[in-house]
């Protein structure tokens, strides 16, 4: 199975900051990675897919990028509203497999 | 719009079978795949399996021997069963929808399964 390996697991930053999510592949999956948003009793919210497309409604701040077999997933500006675990999902082989998560928080 | 809907039943039983229901709206199931994903009780997301546009199934092995993924096109319904349920079944279970290119891209707002004796 491949794995994705996210760091950091938890991070705090200030509002307004520029925060950069990283999510690495055991293999290669070319851009077959998307990002979810998941807030308490919320369903996850896809928030980038094939590594470097923006999800409709998704503001601008957010952005997806691709080194290699590392995916990052950057907030320009960080907002209150961005508060929570934020998932990679590699969908280029079967099993698909998610990332343990980076948990987000505010300062 | 796109919408996905879960029903199922909240508690169940230690050996019993879990049936799950999506009711998916806006679109065909024979245009787009479903999938399932859980989120175990404190745990992060597992993709469970998909069942695709073509009517073909894949699964997590890790669940497979237990896991049945089928569906009726003409209720627009997706239904999920698992036997030999177990306590670490506990948690939220997810359908989503596979856009382009595969990625979730609409979700469901889950339902919780509790397994307990």
């Known amino acids: 199975d491949i794995q994705l390996t996210q760091s950091p697991s938890s991070m705090s930053a200030s509002l307004g900051d520029r925060v950069s999510l990283t999510c690495q592949s055991s293999q290669g999956i070319g851009n077959y990675l998307s990002w979810y948003q998941h807030k308490p009793g919320k369903p996850p919210k896809p928030m980038i897919y094939y590594a470097t497309n923006l999800a409709d409604g998704v503001p601008s701040r957010f952005s997806g990028s691709r080194s290699g077999s590392d995916y990052s997933l950057t907030i320009s500006s960080l907002e209150s509203e961005d508060t929570a675990i934020y998932y990679c999902l590699q969908y280029d082989e079967y099993p698909l497999t998610f990332g343990s998560g980076t948990k987000l928080e505010i300062k | 719009q796109v919408q996905l809907e879960e029903s199922g039943p909240g508690l169940m039983q230690p050996s019993e079978t879990l049936s799950l229901t999506c009711t998916v709206s806006?679109?065909?199931?024979?245009?787009?795949?479903v999938g399932w994903v859980r989120q175990p009780l404190g745990k992060g997301l597992v993709w469970m399996g998909t069942?695709?546009?073509?009517?073909?199934?894949n699964y997590n092995s890790a669940v497979q021997s237990r896991l049945s993924i089928s569906r009726d096109t003409s209720k627009s319904q997706v239904f999920l069963k698992m036997n030999s349920l177990q306590p670490e079944d506990t948690g939220t279970y997810y359908c989503?929808?596979?856009?382009?290119?595969?990625?979730?891209?609409?979700w469901g707002q889950g339902v919780m399964v509790t397994v307990s004796s």
């Open positions: 069942i695709w546009a073509g009517g073909s199934t």
């Open positions: 806006g679109f065909s199931l024979t245009s787009n795949g």
């Open positions: 989503a929808r596979h856009g382009w290119p595969y990625y979730f891209d609409y």
